[in-house]
C-alpha cells in the first residue's frame, strides 16, 4: 500500500514544522559600494571595430555615449523551453557577451562577495569562498524591460546571481526580486547617482539563483549592469561558531531535538523528510546525489547544519512516485525517458530501487525499517512527486541545455527510540527541554534493549506485481 503523506497530526512534529517555515534565512542581499577611479572604465570595440571607453566615474557621462555602447550590443535574448528567444514584448534590452567588453570594476576587491557570502552561505559557512564568474554586460534603455523569469542554470555549480550597476543617470529599471517584488524592489536609481556625493557609487543586488525576478521598464536614461554567475566549491568546512549562534538556529536545534526524543515518533527508527524550500540546477543525464556537495540555500541549509550539530547524517535524496503509488528515495537523478524505461523492461521496479540502492518510503504508522523500507514522517511536504523533466523553467534569461532546476529532498535519518535519546542525553542535553529530559528515564522502562529489537526482513513479496 502507498504511503499516506499527509502530514501526521503529532503536535510536536507540527511545532518543528512552524518553526523551520517561521526562520527567516537571508535570501538576498543588497547595498552600494564606492567606485575607485582607478576601477571606472569599461572598454568594448564599436561596429567598426574601433576600441572605445566609458569612464563610470567621471560623472559626465551623458545618454549620447551610453548609445554608442548601445550601438555595438546586440539585442538581448532569453531562454524559452530550451531555446534562445528574441520577443521585445517579453524582454526589450541589449547585451554584450564578455568576448566583447573589458571592465576595470574587479569585484573581488570591493567586498561585495564577503557580504554576500556572509548572508547567502548564513547557515553553510566555508573556509572557502564564493567564485564570481561574470556572464555579461545588458543595457537598459528608455522603455527598456525584463517580465518575469529566473535564470537559467548553466552549471550544477551555479549558486546565486549578483547584479552590479554602473553609476548612470536614470530613472525606473527597478528589479523585484519574487512574486511582483515580494522579496524587494531595488531601485538602484537612486543609489548609484548622488550629484552631491564625493564619489560615485556602483548598486549590486545578490539573490538564489532560483528565485523569480523582473526589470520594470526604464523611464528615462540607460541603466547599465554587469551580471556575475556566483560558484561555490565544492567544500567539507566546518561550520562556524557565528551560523550556530543565532536564535533561529537555536530554535530549530531545540525543536528538532524534542521531535527526535519523543517516543511518539517513529520508535522503532526511521526518519525525518523536509521538502526543500528551493531549488537546485542538477543535470538530468548525470548525476548522483551522493555526490551532492553543494551549499544548501536559506532555510534548507538551517535543517542540514541542525542535522549535523545532532549527530545525525541528513543526506539529499529525489522522490520518485511509481505508477501504482509507491514513492521511492533515490540518489539517482533520471531524466523523463528513463524512468519511463524502469516500467517496461519486465524486472519488477522495487527490486530495480532495491538494486540501485534506494529506499521505499513506507508510512507513519508502518513497521520498523528495513534495509529497504523506510518510514519518513514528512516534516514539510516535498513540493512534488517529480520525475525530473517536469522542474525545468519555462523562461530564463537564456537557453539552457545541460542543466535544469529540480525539487529534492533532505532525509534525515534516525536510529530506534533507546538509541537516539541515549545519544542526546549525553551530547545535548542542554537543547533538551527539562521536562523532557525528566520524563525520559521513565519512557524507556517501555521500549526494548537493543537486542529485542529485530530489523523487518525484505520478502520476495515486495517485489510482486510492481512493473
Known amino acids: 500500500m502507498a504511503p499516506n503523506m499527509v502530514e501526521p497530526k503529532d503536535p510536536i512534529v507540527a511545532a518543528l514544522k512552524k518553526d523551520v517555515l517561521d526562520t527567516v534565512a537571508p535570501n538576498i542581499c543588497h547595498g552600494t559600494v564606492r567606485l575607485d577611479p582607478s576601477e571606472g572604465a569599461l572598454f568594448y570595440k564599436d561596429g567598426n571595430s574601433e576600441s572605445r571607453y566609458l569612464d563610470f566615474t567621471s560623472g559626465a557621462l551623458k545618454d549620447e555615449d551610453i548609445q554608442r555602447l548601445v550601438e555595438a550590443s546586440e539585442r538581448a535574448t532569453f531562454g524559452r523551453n530550451n531555446e534562445d528567444v528574441l520577443d521585445e514584448s517579453y524582454r526589450k534590452a541589449w547585451k554584450m557577451d564578455i568576448s566583447q567588453f573589458a571592465s576595470q570594476f574587479d569585484v573581488s576587491k570591493t567586498g561585495i562577495l564577503d557580504i554576500v557570502h556572509d548572508q547567502l552561505l548564513h547557515y553553510s559557512k566555508s573556509t572557502k569562498n564564493l567564485e564570481a564568474h561574470l556572464y555579461k554586460l545588458n543595457v537598459y534603455g528608455p522603455g527598456s524591460f525584463f517580465k518575469p523569469h529566473v535564470d537559467t542554470p548553466r552549471s550544477d555549480k551555479l549558486f546565486a546571481t549578483l547584479v552590479v550597476v554602473l553609476p548612470t543617470v536614470h530613472a525606473g529599471g527597478n528589479l523585484l526580486l519574487g512574486e511582483n517584488g515580494a522579496l524587494l524592489n531595488f531601485d538602484s536609481a537612486k543609489q548609484v547617482y548622488d550629484p552631491e556625493a564625493k564619489a560615485p557609487r556602483v ?36 561550520l562556524m561558531l557565528k551560523s550556530l549562534s543565532s536564535a533561529s538556529f537555536t530554535t530549530v536545534l531545540k525543536s528538532f531535538a524534542t521531535a527526535i526524543a519523543s517516543p511518539s515518533i517513529l520508535p522503532k527508527g526511521g526518519a525525518l523528510g523536509f521538502g526543500l524550500l528551493y531549488r537546485y540546477p542538477i543535470d538530468p543525464k548525470n548525476t548522483n546525489l551522493r555526490e551532492f556537495t553543494g551549499a ?131 551530547n545535548f542535553p542542554q537543547v533538551l527541554p527539562k521536562k523532557i529530559l525528566e520524563d525520559i528515564e521513565e519512557v524507556l522502562k517501555d521500549f526494548p534493549g537493543e537486542d529485542e529489537e529485530e530489523e523487518e526482513e525484505d520478502s520476495d513479496e515486495d517485489y510482486d506485481g510492481y512493473y
Not at 524486472?347 to 518510503?361: C, N, Q, S, T
Request: hydrophobic share 40%.
Open 203 to 238: 548598486a549590486f543586488v545578490a539573490f538564489y539563483s532560483d528565485i523569480e525576478h523582473q526589470v520594470l521598464p526604464v523611464e528615462s536614461g540607460y541603466r547599465v549592469t554587469l551580471t556575475y554567475n556566483l560558484h561555490f566549491s565544492e567544500f567539507d568546512g566546518p
Open 296 to 426: 544548501l540555500k536559506g532555510n534548507d541549509a538551517l535543517l542540514r547544519a541542525v542535522c549535523k550539530v545532532l549527530g545525525l547524517e541528513p543526506s539529499v535524496k529525489i522522490l520518485y512516485s511509481g505508477p501504482s503509488g509507491d514513492k521511492f528515495l533515490s540518489d539517482e537523478v533520471t531524466d523523463g525517458e528513463d524512468i519511463s524505461d524502469l516500467y517496461g523492461d519486465g524486472v519488477p521496479l522495487k527490486k530495480k530501487m532495491r538494486d540501485a540502492g534506494g529506499k521505499l518510503v513506507v508510512g507513519y504508522g508502518d513497521s520498523a525499517s528495513s534495509s529497504f523500507k523506510l518510514p519518513v514522517v514528512w516534516v514539510t511536504q516535498p513540493s512534488k512527486m517529480v520525475t525530473t523533466d517536469i522542474a525545468y523553467m519555462a523562461y530564463g534569461n537564456e537557453a539552457s541545455l545541460a542543466f535544469m532546476y529540480g525539487d529534492l529532498v533532505l532525509v534525515a535519518t534516525f536510529p530506534p527510540y533507546r538509541q537516539r535519546v541515549q545519544h542526546l542525553k549525553e
